[in-house]
């Protein structure tokens, strides 16, 4: 059983889920002792959001002090990050079990440059908080004025099995991506093609061109339902424009008329702002990939829309 500490009174988004982070590394096997007493403080394993003193050696995680933990690139901790650097593969470990130990790690990682990071930045009034910040739905879980006679403990713990379903589902969709990547690297290594990457399921995969460092891909290929589609690679995450734009005179044609000027008979049609096509089966959105690759951009006036609103 481990024995953990925090602080009575109010709570926060940092210290809840530093308790549902330890919940999840035990395996459930846990006691939770919320005091400012010293005495009960000192006689925990690990003491978090409380306590004066940060030593990661004794597991006491404190994170208020002038001298205060900061990540490398000099960021503040909170005692979310704290426990979930320390405890996070322990915790991750519990919560995938079909997740291999590399996955786990990056997971780990995932979390913590995301969600994580993000409690622990409002924490320290590093973010402005908003109404909507799920740090600010956490603290809507403590009592108000007139509900005095609520159970303040047993708040902590109905907040904290909602920050640990939260905290499950986010582990699982950094999973999926890790996954994702995998597969579209196994793909990008498989390509007949250099600038095309075939993907045979629907997985999202811009994250994973940029974090595998694919610069030369310039299209992907996947499923969507009965047909297949072909997605032009931004420059950049998260932008808006094409490294290859679509040939311009496909714009906005669909069925027979994009058909008939590409030479694919099963092409079904072509975004107005170049970033996506498509073809009933898969040779046939191949064959459109192929086609816009060996365009030329510069020579066809196809230069990035940054503002075309649409991604891939």
């Not at 403080?41 to 940060?54: I, N, P, Q, R």
């Not at 995932?110 to 739905?137: Q, W």
């Not at 192929?290 to 196809?302: E, M, Q, T, W």
Request: hydrophobic share 45%; net charge negative.
């Amino acid at each position: 059983m481990l024995k953990v500490a925090t602080h009575n009174g109010t709570f926060h988004a940092d210290d809840v889920f530093a308790f549902a982070i330890l919940r999840a590394a035990s395996g459930g096997q846990i006691e939770l002792i919320r005091s400012r007493d010293q005495q009960a403080l000192d006689a925990a394993a690990v003491v978090f959001d409380v306590g004066g003193s940060y030593d990661r050696d004794s597991h006491r995680y404190d994170h208020h002090m002038r001298d205060k933990p900061l990540r490398p690139n000099g960021e503040p901790y909170s005692s979310a990050g704290l426990v979930w650097r320390d405890f996070g593969e322990a915790a991750v470990g519990h919560m995938l079990s079909e997740a291999s130990a590399e996955a786990i790690v990056r997971v780990v990682e995932m979390v913590d440059a995301g969600f994580i990071r993000d409690v622990d930045l409002m924490d320290n009034g590093a973010m402005t908080p908003t109404p909507g910040h799920f740090s600010t739905v956490i603290e809507a879980f403590n009592s108000t004025f007139v509900e005095d006679g609520r159970d303040e403990n047993a708040a902590f713990m109905q907040t904290a099995d909602i920050a640990a379903t939260v905290l499950k589902r986010i582990c699982a969709g950094a999973w999926a991506s890790v996954q994702a990547e995998a597969t579209v690297a196994e793909a990008a290594r498989c390509a007949e093609h250099p600038g095309i990457i075939v993907l045979d399921s629907r997985v999202p995969w811009e994250d994973a061109i940029f974090d595998l460092r694919l610069d030369g891909a310039l299209y992907v290929i996947r499923p969507a339902g009965d047909a297949w589609t072909c997605s032009a690679v931004p420059p950049e995450r998260g932008s808006f424009a094409q490294r290859h734009p679509l040939p311009e005179a496909w714009g906005g044609l669909r069925d027979e008329a994009f058909s008939t000027l590409t030479g694919i008979g099963d092409a079904t049609f072509c975004h107005s702002a170049l970033f996506v096509c498509g073809a009933r089966s898969r040779e046939g959105a191949v064959s459109l990939a192929r086609i816009a690759a060996s365009s030329n951009p510069v020579k066809d006036g196809l230069e990035a829309r940054p503002d075309s609103g649409n991604k891939a």
